[in-house]
């Protein structure tokens, strides 16, 4: 899961099978038989450490149903971000790997311009600055009234089913038609003088007037831990931070969540059209889908292919929620009619997982991004999801979309000082108490497999359930046949 702020591969790598044939190298120490990594593991998961914690594991290779090793796989688990495998799946099953979201800006009557948003994540002020170009270009200087049609995604913008302080964050924006660099704030965060507060500056200047900071943080000694929350209320323009950050530290950024994600989208083109010569007297925000006349100018997102690998690479939440509102929108079977986007899209999810051959009843989701700890998800229908992936023909998009080892993504940091290399694809999964990691390994002397790592319901930090989780992955990468 993305947490902002104070958060040339192998050509058998990226197309997800083994060369023809693998000459495998001399034993070295430390190699170990298939069948003397079932205790190995539970010597692992069994430490009195983990005594209170639930550990679901399923290790098979990619090319059978054989079982390596299981440990309540078919039982379900709150998964964290090891749902974006899910819903980018399905993203790739049913829109395929060229589609692009649109942007578009239509003329209406009394020189009144609707500006039409599909949940296009990656707009940027690049984006709206080549729309506002694409109007000047057409001789537009004036727009009486700029209509932004929020439309599209109907339903609740933030889940009901996340927790407060994940709605408030930069990584647990709202969803919505129109957005605008992810419907987030950036703050920097700087120290001080000891002992005085941080000093908090927006990236955006302009909003420094259209927020209050209550700021409860503070610059310590360089021996003191750095820790810093951010949050801001639901009703008001309110940001709230606390912390500390050492003396002489560098900066860090942290990210909010926007409270009206359409009317700051507005804002921002508004800001763009008046850079580009174009002067609006009036913009509103439309909650109902309208008739439009000719297209003037519009934007399109980079394809799924590349919306798939920011999803799952930089386990990015606003992506991930985006693509379950999609496939609530493709479909012709559910009729056009006000209802929540999200809800038909985890239908319309089940559906492409079912025909890809994926278990429907091995797994129970509430959201496309795993921030909800509704989600069910049993180790058993992430590692057939991920077989069968491998076998599709996005087979080499969807594993080129996960971040790899010690390169990139969530895994930048993970298994990047170790004594061999380990070449890992995976996705990575975080919440308080769950930690998770699913995804192929190609093992050197070994061959090629797949697996779900799951630990529930502990009390230990996030770091020591990745450690442990590594040790198992690193067994992985010592197998050898005999």
Avoid at 35 to 53: C, H, M, V, W, Y
């Amino acid at each position: 899961m993305k947490i902002q702020g104070i958060a040339v591969s192998l050509l058998m790598l990226v197309l997800g099978r083994a060369p023809a044939a693998v000459a495998q190298t001399p034993a070295v120490a430390g190699d170990i038989c298939s069948g003397e990594l079932g205790a190995k593991i539970d010597a692992i998961a069994n430490r009195p450490e983990f005594s209170r914690s639930r550990w679901g594991i399923l290790i098979q290779p990619l090319s059978s149903t054989a079982t390596l090793y299981s440990r309540d796989a078919a039982k379900y688990f709150i998964p964290a971000s090891n749902v974006k495998l899910l819903t980018t799946a399905a993203a790739l099953q049913k829109l395929g790997a060229d589609f692009r979201i649109k942007t578009s800006v239509y003329s209406g009557e009394n020189g009144n311009l609707y500006i039409v948003g599909r949940g296009d994540p990656s707009i940027t002020e690049t984006g709206l600055k080549s729309l506002a170009q694409q109007l000047k270009r057409r001789g537009i200087s004036q727009v009486n009234e700029l209509i932004g049609d929020d439309s599209y995604f109907q339903g609740n913008a933030v889940n009901p089913n996340w927790e407060w302080e994940d709605a408030q964050a930069g990584y647990g924006a709202p969803i919505n038609s129109l957005i605008f660099d992810r419907n987030s704030i950036e703050l920097l965060l700087s120290p001080q003088d000891l002992g005085q507060p941080l000093k908090v500056t927006f990236a955006e200047p302009q909003l420094t007037n259209q927020w209050q900071i209550l700021n409860n943080s503070e610059t310590v000694r360089q021996n003191e831990p750095e820790f810093v929350d951010v949050g801001r209320e639901f009703d008001r323009q309110t940001i709230r931070v606390s912390g500390q950050l050492r003396v002489g530290a560098e900066s860090e950024s942290a990210y909010v969540a926007v409270v009206n994600p359409a009317s700051n989208f507005l804002q921002h083109f508004q800001q763009a059209l008046a850079n580009a010569g174009i002067k609006v007297d009036r913009a509103v925000v439309a909650s109902n889908s309208r008739s439009f006349s000719q297209e003037l100018a519009a934007v399109e997102s980079p394809p799924m292919a590349e919306l798939v690998k920011e999803t799952n690479q930089e386990s990015d939440n606003v992506y991930a929620e985006v693509l379950l509102r999609l496939l609530g929108k493709i479909t012709e079977s559910i009729p056009l009619q006000p209802t929540d986007s999200s809800e038909i899209g985890l239908k319309e999810l089940k559906t492409a997982l079912t025909e890809l051959g994926v278990n429907p009843n091995s797994y129970i989701l509430a959201d496309g991004s795993g921030l909800s700890r509704h989600n069910l998800i049993s180790p058993e229908a992430l590692v057939q999801t991920l077989r069968l992936m491998a076998n599709s023909p996005a087979a080499s998009i969807y594993r080129a979309s996960l971040p790899i080892a010690g390169e990139n993504g969530t895994l930048k940091n993970r298994f990047n000082s170790t004594a061999s290399r380990v070449i890992l694809q995976a996705k990575t999964g975080t919440l308080s108490g769950v930690s998770a990691l699913s995804g192929y390994i190609e093992v050197p002397n070994y061959e090629p497999l797949v697996f779900s790592i799951i630990v529930n319901q502990s009390d230990l930090p996030a770091s020591k359930l990745r450690s442990a989780t590594d040790e198992i992955v690193l067994l992985l990468n010592r197998l050898r046949r005999c």
